[in-house]
């Protein structure tokens, strides 16, 4: 189950890479965790990135527990859910990211850490769906994204059976675009199609750390489990 992914990126590289201009603010974010910030962008504002939670904020979620619908959208539910067929119509977003963290379920009690990339290691972008609400206490507008996921293709299949939403360059302009019908939508939220791009490897469990944001979670390190025992997996 997806809940950590990364964008390491330069501004710069990443204001040419999707031609449209990054906040000062943004620096690379190694390993973004459910209720962090995020460079996204929106629908509704197309034209540059803008910095949403990813599922909530972390005051909100801190008296009850994050589940995964606060911070992902299955691609089946976005027609049978009100609130997830409103978002596909009207709130939909791009995520940037250059990679992926996920756990290989190979026992009971055993899992083995993974980050899934491009070949390249280039950035890509996530189909996500965004909402705002407002902050009573503070009267403050809070906007939030939570990040679209579909089964998986063959490379990310050797790891976990779901992925993010990844939409080729050619969507993602698309994706934005106000006024289509939902299976319009839906037809671009499909297993990644550009299998051969796609790679991984096994990596350190630093990732599982909330409040770990270096380079030191994205180098490659022996197969071993949750726990720091080397594995014969792969």
């Known amino acids: 189950m997806l809940e950590r992914f990364s964008i390491t990126s330069p501004a710069e590289v990443l204001e040419k890479r999707f031609e449209r201009e990054m906040p000062k603010a943004y620096k690379p974010l190694y390993n973004i965790a459910p209720t962090e910030l995020a460079p996204v962008v929106t629908n509704d ?3 540059g990135f803008s910095f949403f939670y990813w599922g909530e904020r972390p005051e909100t979620g801190r008296n009850r527990r994050l589940t995964p619908k606060l911070y ?3 691609h089946d539910t976005l027609q049978t859910k009100a609130t997830n067929r409103n978002a596909l119509k009207s709130r939909r977003c791009l995520v940037p990211a250059d990679g992926f963290f996920e756990w290989k379920v190979i026992g009971k009690k055993t899992r083995i850490p993974y980050r899934i990339h491009m070949q390249d290691k280039l950035s890509f972008a996530m189909a996500g769906l965004w909402d705002e609400y407002l902050d009573e206490d503070s009267g403050e507008m809070i906007h939030t994204f939570r990040l679209i996921t579909t089964p998986a293709n063959k490379p990310v299949g050797m790891v976990t059976e ?4 990844i939409l080729t360059r050619e969507m993602e302009d698309q994706w934005l675009k ?3 019908e939902p299976e319009q939508y ?10 051969s791009e796609m790679d991984y490897y096994t990596c ?4 599982s750390k909330k409040g770990v944001n270096g380079p030191e979670v994205l180098r490659p390190a022996p197969s071993a489990d949750q726990h720091g025992n080397l594995t014969l997996f792969s």
Do not use: R
Not at 162 to 165: C, D, L, V
Not at 186 to 195: A, D, G, N, R, S
Not at 204 to 207: D, L, N
């Open 45 to 47: 504002s197309p034209k």
């Open 72 to 74: 992902l959208a299955g």
């Open 162 to 165: 779901t992925m993010p939403a």
């Open 178 to 180: 106000d006024g289509q």
């Open 186 to 195: 839906l037809e671009m939220l499909q297993p990644y199609p550009k299998e």
């Open 204 to 207: 350190t469990a630093m990732f």
